[in-house]
């Protein structure tokens, strides 16, 4: 079982910046991904990006450049730091961990994240 917290998630304005944070515990396996999906009203969730345990990471093409993912696996814990925000990136952002063998998701709670002026 792993648990997923998040934190840093709120109020950002158009062109700022913003960093969420999000710290798994439990029964960690050596190798994983963790990550950031979105969703905003009415849409689907959609992939933000991953990283792996040894620093491997995928990104959406739209945000790519804009957006950073990092992770301190020491403390289990994975980044995403936002820049240049838009009001498109308003939704909620969930933070997703998974392992391989076994094949297993967990997922967080989900942080509202705004962008407006």
């Known amino acids: 079982q792993v648990q997923l917290v998040e934190s840093g998630g709120g109020l950002g304005e158009p062109g700022g910046s913003l960093k969420i944070s999000c710290v798994a515990s439990?029964?960690?396996?050596?190798?994983?991904?963790m990550g950031w999906y979105r969703q905003a009203p009415g849409k689907q969730r959609d992939l933000v990006a991953t990283?792996?345990?040894?620093?491997?990471?995928n990104y959406a093409d739209s945000l790519k450049g804009r957006f950073t993912i990092s992770r301190d696996n020491a403390k289990n814990t994975v980044y995403l730091q936002m820049t240049s925000l838009k009001p498109d990136d308003t939704a909620v952002y969930y933070c997703?961990?998974?392992?391989?063998?076994?094949?297993?998701?967990?997922w967080g709670q989900g942080t509202q994240v705004t962008v407006s002026s």
């Open positions: 439990g029964s960690i396996a050596r190798i994983n991904y």
């Open positions: 997703n961990y998974r392992s391989l063998w076994p094949d297993i998701n967990y």
């Open positions: 990283i792996r345990t040894d620093g491997t990471t």
